[in-house]
T-cell receptor, first 114, second 112 residues
Framework: DTAVSQTPKYLVTQMGNDKSIKCEQNLGHDTMYWYKQDSKKFLKIMFSYNNKELIINETVPNRFSPKSPDKAHLNLHINSLELGDSAVYFC?????????????FGPGTRLTVL | DAKTTQPPSMDCAEGRAANLPCNHSTISGNEYVYWYRQIHSQGPQYIIHGLKNNETNEMASLIITEDRKSSTLILPHATLRDTAVYYCIVRVGGTGGFKTIFGAGTRLFVKA
């Protein structure tokens, strides 16, 4: 069973469109994250949710809106897509309790904006 | 979160130990050292973490210097499947993501 899954794996779309990426974890974790990995391979956090509550929002344009319907799901909706949004987006989860922050990452969604 | 410095790339022969260094001279007393790796086209994978004592698990060993300004990740018997980018990150423990970027990491090539 996949611990952290994302759909779709690849997403190709036109500028100006609105798209969503879905993430689900079956690890029973309380905290989920979205990261963006750009063309230079730098991985940067975008959002973090703990028990469906937003706890980190790292200066991400408000075209990006995360939604957590329950603690096992964290979806990312992007409005008015721009060329610079092209990247690989990774979802991750971790257990909230304890001080150890081992994060489990999904396989990534490669977004290409044309 | 403290900044880390890693060599951009390293080679290792299959079956030999791979020693990956990381400098974190500005680390604070409550910051942990974490290591992740990313195999091509996959999500990052947790390897190990530590505070000040050396740590070992089934994947690797982590050696942290006494002043905590640097550390070394050791893969005792590297295999071809260990070819990946290895990221050294320091941050406080607890919830929340790694607020700093992962950085460029070290690209390890394991050769037959």
């Amino acid at each position: 069973d996949t611990a952290v899954s994302q759909t779709p794996k690849y997403l190709v779309t036109q500028m100006g469109n609105d798209k969503s990426i879905k993430c689900e974890q079956n690890l029973g974790h309380d905290t989920m994250y979205w990261y963006k990995q750009d063309s230079k391979k730098f991985l940067k956090i975008m959002f973090s949710y703990n028990n469906k509550e937003l706890i980190i929002n790292e200066t991400v344009p408000n075209r990006f809106s995360p939604k957590s319907p329950d603690k096992a799901h964290l979806n990312l909706h992007i409005n008015s897509l721009e060329l610079g949004d092209s990247a690989v987006y990774f979802c991750a989860s971790s257990q909230a309790r304890g001080i150890y922050n081992e994060q489990f990452f999904g396989p990534g969604t490669r977004l290409t904006v044309l | 979160d403290a900044k880390t410095t890693q060599p951009p790339s390293m080679d290792c022969a299959e079956g030999r130990a791979a020693n990956l260094p990381c400098n974190h001279s500005t680390i604070s007393g409550n910051e942990y050292v974490y290591w992740y790796r990313q195999i091509h086209s996959q999500g990052p994978q947790y390897i190990i973490h530590g505070l000040k004592n050396n740590e070992t698990n089934e994947m690797a060993s982590l050696i942290i210097t006494e002043d905590r300004k640097s550390s070394t990740l050791i893969l005792p018997h590297a295999t071809l499947r260990d070819t990946a980018v290895y990221y050294c990150i320091v941050r406080v423990g607890g919830t929340g993501g790694f607020k700093t970027i992962f950085g460029a990491g070290t690209r390890l090539f394991v050769k037959a």
